[in-house]
């Protein structure tokens, strides 16, 4: 029953916005690519169906709402940096089925005897030397993602606790600043470099 009512709610979201007045200044092909993105989010809160589905149904229906041209709608695969990401995510899952995520955790929780406080210090202080040799912070949270959730359940805290918040808070926050830190990875330490004036 969920997934019809959430197929349902998508399909009025595409028709409801299509229908709608354009707000000022929106073109047509704007606005269709506003039904299907409203479509699409409903899709993905509800779903209905895999969101690995959805996505490329979007893709799909942009081009024909009349949104963009196929070619426009799967501009973003002819890309490198979707194979990159990609690639990031196969590392993380690679990490888990070798069984290198449970033992890393091993590893980290026999460093930190078992005390939160110096399982997250150390968990942080990783991404320095980790910057050196994996530069992209997108690689490394893909990495250290698993590494450290199987850690924190195997220290036996749930995934609301406050070690937890704070470990994953600081994968995705303070690992950046370990590339921005080094001049490492990718566009952000670069931009963040020049705006500053430069580092030496």
């Known amino acids: 029953m969920r997934s019809l009512l959430g197929l349902a709610l998508s399909i009025l979201a595409l028709v409801g916005v299509l229908l709608a ?14 039904a299907v ?6 899709l993905w ?12 149904v979007a893709i799909l229906l942009l081009s024909l709402v009349g949104g963009s041209s196929l070619s426009q709608a799967l501009y973003g695969f002819s890309q490198p940096l979707v194979y990159f990401l990609f690639g990031a995510l196969v590392l993380g899952r690679g990490t888990t089925t070798s069984g290198l995520a449970e033992r890393a955790a091993s590893y980290i929780i026999a460093r930190s ?4 406080t110096l ?12 910057a050196f040799v994996l530069p992209s912070a997108a690689t490394r949270g893909a990495i250290l993602t698993p590494v450290y959730d199987r850690a924190l359940a195997l220290m036996g805290l749930p995934r609301g606790a406050p070690t937890a918040k704070a470990t994953m808070l600081g994968l995705a926050i303070l690992n950046r600043l ?19 004036g430069g580092f030496s």
């Open 21 to 34: 007045p354009a707000p000022a200044g929106l073109t047509p092909e704007g606005q269709r690519v506003l």
């Open 37 to 42: 993105v409203a479509m699409t989010v409903v």
């Open 45 to 56: 809160i509800a779903e209905p169906v895999p969101p690995a589905v959805t996505g490329l």
């Open 113 to 116: 005897r078992r005390s939160g």
């Open 119 to 130: 399982f997250y210090a150390g968990a942080m202080l990783l991404f320095v030397p980790l």
């Open 178 to 196: 370990a590339s921005t830190a080094l001049l490492t990875g990718g566009l952000v330490p670069v931009t963040a470099a020049a705006l500053l």
